[in-house]
């Protein structure tokens, strides 16, 4: 049987892949697969997934200074809007850890690395650069297994990048996948290039092209593996079902806020006080319930939850497994997985400021609101949610027209108002962020990643 390897780097990859069958996907097109996983998570992984692969230890990820110089090297110098206003976000940041002074010697170095970041010439340098840097321990492991196929899914993460490097110097064939829809605009050109690589989008094709300066004959699109089930509609009950579970009477309209994790945890915290107000200016207090969604593996402070629960009468929870281990601990088991889907699907209304609950609300044809404006004093516009509407993957979606965004806390209130209303408003919008975030609609997706595995091996 020909032979597979791939590094579990991230609880992601089980949400994405293991939890939909890949395993057993594999098996069939008949591969033996080598999944390495942290020590720890084993026992887990193989009473969860284990019937079909082989779990070996993925060694501790002990970042170097060598790690954090190229990583650093590498996103500093991707070319893209995302980035500069990062660079931008860096020197003005309030209350930041590092000292007015550091950040006034390191800016010009970050906005150098930026400018050079447009030249094909400088990321060929680094990626050159990289490649002499050795890890024998991931050599010595490719070795003892002695896979044909490397396999590496979220190659901006863990140690992925030395999986490819290596392999490839040992003639294995090599596959890297990006795993979200911002990657090339905001973590990686491609510090290796692997032999093939797969994209879940044509926008990310492009993106590969032209950030990565990657050959288009070698790069497969796939479609959204973790957005199958989405589409196929498994694990979602009958709405009334759903609400009664979540303590929600039926009748009410269910107003979704979804968290979008560090870069705008504190906007976020703020706009929940916000939303209860207008829900109440509006008379809505009695027919809504707002459900608060954390952004995955970000924990809300217990204030926080708290302060929802009791003082907003919001529904405030954290729905993912945290297992014993010191490493990675959350990870997406099947309530959790269940839960966002049903909470997606039976939403009336849902608001968030940038995530991908844009794509994924989109899918079940819900409206959306993005926040895009500041709470209280506005902020300069390196630090304000404004700025977000910049980042190329959210520019991507707000030209599609099947996002309100709004800019006031009136048009907050206007935007909720009128999608309660009329469910449909921009719905035309809506139809074509599936189209083009998440291409195929047929909850097949998982399947062309090991079709397009097996294709990969049989040009080899």
């Known amino acids: 049987m020909k032979r597979i390897l791939i590094p579990v780097s991230n609880s992601f990859f089980s949400r994405n892949f293991l939890r939909n069958g890949f395993a057993t996907m594999l098996k069939r097109e008949g591969w033996s697969v080598i999944f390495l ?3 720890e998570k084993i026992a887990y992984y193989k009473k969860e997934f284990g019937c079909d692969a082989l779990f070996g230890e993925l060694p501790r990820n002990e970042p170097s200074t060598a790690d954090y110089f190229f990583r650093k090297l590498e996103g500093w110098s991707i070319h893209s809007r995302f980035i500069l206003l990062a660079h931008l976000y860096f020197l003005t940041r309030p209350n930041s850890k590092d000292s007015l002074i550091a950040r006034l010697l390191i800016f010009p170095i970050r906005l150098l690395l930026w400018q050079l970041g447009r030249f094909r010439l400088w990321r060929a340098f680094i990626r050159s650069l990289f490649s002499f840097t050795p890890h024998h321990h991931i050599r010595a492991l ?12 979220f190659i901006n993460l863990g140690q992925e990048w030395h999986f490819l490097k290596e392999a490839k110097k040992l003639g294995i064939r090599t596959v890297g996948m990006t795993p979200s829809w911002d990657n090339f605009y905001s973590k990686t050109f491609l510090r290796v290039q692997p032999d093939a690589l797969l994209v879940q989008t044509y926008f990310m094709r492009e993106q590969a092209v032209c950030y990565g300066d990657y050959p288009l004959e070698n790069i497969f699109v796939t479609g959204v593996p973790q957005y199958d089930r989405f589409f196929l509609g498994n694990g979602i009950v009958q709405r009334d079902e759903f609400l009664k579970s979540i303590g929600v009477d039926p009748k009410k309209k269910l107003i979704v806020f979804g968290c979008s994790g560090k870069i705008s945890y504190e906007s976020d915290v703020a706009m929940l006080p916000i939303l209860r107000g207008i829900l109440d200016r509006l008379g809505l207090s009695d027919s809504t319930q707002v459900l608060v969604r954390p952004h995955p593996k970000r924990v809300l402070a217990e204030y926080v939850l708290e302060k929802s629960r009791r003082e907003l009468n919001f529904i405030a929870e954290t729905h993912l497994s945290r297992l014993d281990v010191s490493r990675d601990p959350w990870e997406f088991d099947e309530h959790s997985i269940s839960f966002l889907a049903n909470t997606l699907a039976h939403a009336d ?21 993005a926040i895009g404006f500041d709470i209280g004093k506005e902020k300069i516009y390196w630090n304000s949610s404004r700025r977000f509407a910049e980042w190329e993957h959210l520019a991507d979606i707000f030209r599609t027209d099947g996002i309100w965004r709004v800019k006031s806390e009136s048009e907050l209130s206007c935007a909720i108002s009128a999608y309660l209303a009329n469910p449909t408003l921009h719905i035309a919008g809506r139809k074509r962020i599936v189209r083009e975030q998440a291409v195929f609609t047929d909850g097949k997706s998982l399947e062309r990643v090991v079709k397009s595995l097996s294709d990969i091996y049989k040009l080899s």
């Not at 490719?142 to 899914?153: E, G, Q, T």
């Not at 209304?349 to 609101?369: D, M, Q, R, S």
């Open 349 to 369: 209304v849902v608001i968030t400021t940038c995530t991908t609950f844009f794509v994924e609300a989109a899918i079940f044809g819900k409206p959306l609101v």
């Open 37 to 39: 996983a942290p020590s």
């Open 142 to 153: 490719l070795k003892d297994y002695a896979p044909d196929v490397v396999f590496c899914p």
